[in-house]
């Protein structure tokens, strides 16, 4: 269920190696999986529980993660394989959140999740093609530095189009796109070709709420083992109360978190409390913010940079007191509602393919959003009659960077538009800009339509920071897992129609239908949301010593990509800032930090989690 602090993996090929590859990561690993040559396949560390493998014979599977597999299971499976092609059949109703490797024969198949939530990249060391599940191993291998042009991009974010949310950090590894798998051949030559495609959306509200409720039910279940204390976020809203129920039922005595803000009239723990009454076996913490460190502290504490910068610097220190106390309570693992909001919920683009379909009913919801999130009436119609094609859209988005977005009401098509903060340097908008056009030369939509296009780019965008939450958090020794994250989630809320899964008139229709009878009315009927916002400004200025010795000693202005003056004015002055909110502030100070991070670690965490000279540094499994 849970995994160790060092869990990670590499796949090699069944072939000579160049000199010391193999042993660089025989020094690090302390599990591996072998060929029937007796090269190594998989070489990494990981716990017990997290690797399923099995063989017959010259065909190799494996599994590891969260899934609900064993290896008994898969040598089932494996007996319908006989070459790549059969996999995935072969693989059909395992839940949780994995990846697959497979050798067959002398081909290689290698994926991640369709949801994003584990991640596979690709290098090439000493030109042979080697696989992992984290981008930071294979920037140790091969010595490579941050990609400048995408530390540039991160000064957009939490707006970055596909491709561009998926990219690897470091020059020379490549991030294999989520759905896509990597297939490797006999003679070293590699790629990509999709496993996964979106459902058909027709399944009616009803319908589409029973099957979401079965497999949340699943993914629920496969994390909760008899005897053991499980740890739970409960801010009072849908998502995480929802999993709250379900983890009850599946018999888990829980160790719940509750965060009271301080903003005047937040309702969350309101909420929360009320669940905590209706659910069994349950010790409810609640912890008022202002007995909580202040946002942002622990600014001067070097850390493992992970995979890639995030704005997850704000509530650190926070999660980490949270997660103490939450273990003292004998927890081992904590389940966050992160994703439900991405998943659950479809952009309201859908009106645009739904006019084709049902024009009347179109016109009802497209007249409700723009009553309730103020939609200009011109924007409107252009939303509704079309949109540029994806390519075009991207290349617009690049010669608009430093134009910011006039009227933030405005409905969106293929996502949002990336804009750069007033920080960010004139080298940084001609990378990104080139990023874009590139982007725009090579790059499909995930959907024909872009209201699936957008629908899918945000649930893939859940997946990827419920990856790098997990890997923070176990840091912590308590792994959080995302179940809204899971892939079998994102497919039975892609299968819904999604006027029925959404609209301008409900909160979360497809959700609340899900868990009806499960959760209480009371809990489903919510339709407000609270914001940290006091709390948030809070911490800047408690912080403002260490923000001014970021300003003056900035590494992204080091590397050319913020202008100086204007970060500093913006880190001393957030209150006053234009031209960049809070999640842009937040996503230039997670890579700030990421760059801090990475010069004081410069061997990942994982790496390092065991001295290599404490046992054998390898225990084979052979098959």
């Known amino acids: 269920m849970s995994v160790s602090p060092a869990c990670w993996f590499v796949v090699l090929p069944d072939r000579p190696l160049p000199s010391g590859l193999s042993a660089r990561l025989r020094e690090r690993a302390t599990g591996a999986v072998l060929y029937p ?18 063989s017959a014979g010259e065909r190799l599977l494996a599994v590891v993660g969260t899934s609900s597999t064993t290896a008994a299971d898969l040598m089932t499976r494996l007996k319908s394989v006989g070459m790549v ?24 198949y290698v994926r991640g999740s369709a949801s994003g939530a584990r ?85 009616p509200l009803a ?96 850390r493992d940079p992970g995979q890639e910068p995030a704005a997850t610097l704000r509530d650190l220190a926070r999660r980490q007191h949270t997660a103490r106390e939450m273990r003292a309570r004998g927890a081992v693992l904590r389940l966050s509602g992160y994703g439900g909001d991405h998943t659950v919920v479809p952009p309201s683009a859908y009106v645009h393919a739904l006019l084709r379909r049902s024009p009347r009913t179109a016109l009802r ?40 977005v006039v009227d933030a009401t405005e409905p969106q098509t293929w996502g949002a538009r990336p804009v750069l903060p007033v920080w960010a340097s004139e080298q940084a908008a001609d990378q ?36 790098l939450l997990h890997d923070a958090e176990t840091s912590m020794d308590l792994p959080v897992d995302s179940p809204f994250c899971d892939d079998s989630v994102m497919n039975a809320c892609l299968a819904v129609r999604p006027e029925e899964a959404g609209g301008p008139r409900s909160y979360k229709p497809l ?15 919510r339709t407000t949301k609270d914001h ?11 912080h403002r010593r260490q923000l001014a010795d970021w300003a003056d000693t900035s590494h992204l202005v080091a590397a050319g990509i913020a202008d100086e003056n204007e970060l500093r004015r913006v880190l001393l002055n957030p209150g006053l800032q234009s031209g960049g909110g809070a999640p842009e502030l937040e996503n230039t100070l997670g890579t700030e930090a990421w760059l801090r991070d990475l010069a004081a670690h410069p061997v990942p965490a994982h790496l390092t989690a065991r001295h290599p000279q404490e046992e054998d540094p390898v225990d084979t499994a052979a098959l």
């Open 511 to 525: 959700l609340a239908a899900a868990m009806d009878g499960l959760v209480p009315p009371y809990l489903l009927a």
């Open 365 to 404: 919801h497209a007249a409700g959003f723009k009553a309730r999130s103020r939609w200009p009436l011109g924007a409107t119609a252009r939303m509704l009659l079309g949109a540029a094609p994806y390519p075009s859209w991207l290349t617009t988005a690049g010669a608009r960077l430093r134009k910011p």
């Open 207 to 302: 319908e589409g709420a029973l099957r979401l409720r079965e497999v949340l039910r699943d993914a629920v279940a496969l994390r909760v083992r008899p005897g053991q204390v499980l740890g739970a976020d409960l801010s009072g809203g849908m998502d995480s109360t929802s999993l709250c129920f379900l983890a009850a039922e599946a018999g888990a005595s829980l160790v719940t978190s509750t965060l009271h803000w301080k903003a005047p009239g937040n309702q969350d723990h309101h909420y929360a409390a009320y669940a905590a009454k209706h659910l069994p076996r349950v010790e409810a913490l609640v912890f008022p913010s202002a007995e909580l460190p202040a946002c942002f502290t622990g600014l001067d504490e070097r």
């Open 532 to 542: 940290c916002g006091p709390d948030w400004y809070h911490g800047l200025k408690a």
């Open 85 to 108: 092609a059969d996999l995935e059949a072969a693989l059909h109703g395992v839940q949780g959140s994995f990846h697959v490797a497979a050798s067959l024969n002398g081909r290689g």
């Open 119 to 203: 991640r596979l990249y690709r290098a090439a060391v000493a030109g042979v093609t080697v696989c992992a599940d984290r981008a930071s191993t294979l920037a140790w291998l091969t010595g490579n530095e941050p990609d400048i042009a995408q530390l540039s991009a991160r000064l957009a974010a939490p707006h970055l189009p596909h491709p561009l949310a998926d990219a690897a950090m470091w020059t020379g590894v490549e991030t294999v796109p989520p759905g896509e798998a990597l297939n490797l051949e006999p003679d070293g030559a590699c790629r990509t070709a999709a496993w996964w495609q979106p459902p058909p959306a027709e399944l």
């Open 432 to 467: 990104l800009a080139a990023l874009l056009l590139s982007a725009a030369g090579q790059t499909r939509p995930l959907a024909a339509d872009f209201g699936q296009h957008a629908w899918i780019h945000q649930m893939r965008e859940a997946g990827r920071i419920a990856g």
């Open 37 to 54: 040559s007796g090269r190594a396949w998989l070489l990494g560390s990981w716990a017990a529980e997290e690797m399923a493998t099995v």
